[in-house]
């Protein structure tokens, strides 16, 4: 049984360490047959973007020890799908020169130190092909290029008018290094270099929350035209994101730029899991019973015309089930992020928005146009780039899609429970911060007065405002109504406590033995109309199981009994007699 690599990204890991590997070395001849000169693919987070990139390294790079010798990879790709290529592709391996970056260090609080990590991503590329120095291709001026980017990392940006002085300085010579470095490269090796960028929006993405967006999108743009645009040293390039950024003018003038989304064709079985590769997962790890399990938490995403399978998610639930003995699927995707779309939705939700996610958490389906160009910049200004930017990052999926004139519309959908899970919990953390600024004293008073109906009415004013996720639970109720009664002055609410024969639902103390506790029994109903039959029912349960009685055995002065009953979003209450 082989080792999983939970967490591992880069493919020689795999191969060299023998760990489970998911065969996607087709993707090296997919690219080389279906992609341009510049390439991008957008594909939601931990879904092997990372991995990807690394494998087409490993193919591609003509790479050398620490004694200027040329390393053989070619056992890396040994017993592997992309042997069975043609010569042509396979002549290809080892024979460029490439650059590998992946911008995620460029998550950060400020311009300066995002900027001072992308420095140093691309610094450390330089310092990896450092055996330029040695080179009697390069003049005097090449080689003082390459070390004065070499420098650079030396320091660090200080809050001051110097510290903003180096930071020009540096965003000058950073702007244009990769470029730069392709040309020393290929006057070196007289071939054209292989870019691979990786995580290109993350910069972006950080610094539209952070807010220093236009400095970072200008950086971005001066960089990847240097790079991809009016680099004549270009042989390919390959870069992976959660979005495409084109209205940025960052893609501006590329004129073989291949754009594949969620929604695109081809490569399709690059990223991810498909239902054939899952299976044999699970069957290798003896999980195959587990398997409609997996579909029901995992599966779901559409890239193209295949199904996929969450691939970060399922690792994680084969290295649970076998390494940890873990009875149940866990949300591993969704724990990897802060999910801050989601909360903005819910939280800005209109009335409308909050119908759209009652169907959707119900089940079903919602159309929306689909434009692929959204910015960051572009998220906030309607609902429907909201939904744009779910869609293509991962937290919705298409069902179908039709054309309207110039216009694209995608029926979609939650994929799997996995993500049903991330909106319930938003939706539920954003209605318990609803519930603790709403004033209760209204309530206190109606409960000290025994008047039912104004109890009734005032649960259900507070449950008007939330989004149903709750599919009529008895548990969600009872929780709703406990956090109501938490805070009510001179009593103790204390659920499923035993008293009588039975555990009623709630019941409130109080602090002083003369006052009287008060009784709560929670029933739910599917319909309306059988809402009054709740009340009845939970009335035969405070007597049949004589809570009344536990409360006054413990010597309480008297015992008052409400039944609750909850349908949907409405509530009415009733006084036991």
Known sequence: MQRIGMGYEFYKRFVDEKLYYVDKTLLIRDVVEQGGTVTLFTRPRRFGKTLALTTLQTFFELEYDYDGNVVDNARYFTGKKIMEASPEILAMQGQYPVLFMT??????????????????????????????????????????????WLAATLHSYSYDEEGDRELEKDIGAF????????????????KNVIILIDEYDVPLENAYYAGFYRQMVGFIRSMFE???????????AIITGCLRISKESIFTG??????????GTGFSEGFGFTQ??????LAAYGLSEKTEEVRKWYNGYLFGNTEIYNPWSVTHYVYSKVIDGMQFPEPYWANTSGNAIIK???????????????????GGTIEKRIHEDITYDDIYQSRENLWNFLFFTGYMRKVSEREDGDDVYVAMRIPNLEIK????NQIRNWFEGIVRRTSRQDLYAAILQKDADTIGDILTDILGKTISTFDSSEFFYHGFLHSMLTEMPRYRARSNREAGDGRPDIVLYPNRPRDPAYIFEVKTRKKFSEMNDGLLEAYRQIEDKKYEEGILDEGYAGAISFGICFCKKACIAGVKA
């Open 175 to 190: 702007a244009t290094a990769i470029g730069d470095l392709c040309k020393l490269l290929k006057k070196h090796h007289d």
């Open 344 to 362: 903005d939705l819910v939280e800005q939700a209109d009335e409308e928005t909050k119908e759209e996610l009652e169907k959707l958490i119900a």
């Open 226 to 236: 240097s790079a991809l645009k009016t680099n004549t040293a270009l042989e390919r």
């Open 103 to 148: 911008l995620k260090s460029a998550k950060q609080p400020n311009f300066k130190n995002a900027f001072y990590q992308l420095r140093n991503v691309i610094a450390s590329e330089v310092d990896r092909h450092r055996y330029l120095l040695e080179s009697e291709k390069l003049n005097d001026e090449d080689k003082d290029k390459i070390r004065t």
């Open 421 to 424: 899970s991330i909106y319930r």
């Open 254 to 263: 590329l004129n073989n730029l291949v754009i594949n989304s969620v929604r």
């Open 276 to 281: 054939e590769e899952t299976e044999a997962m």
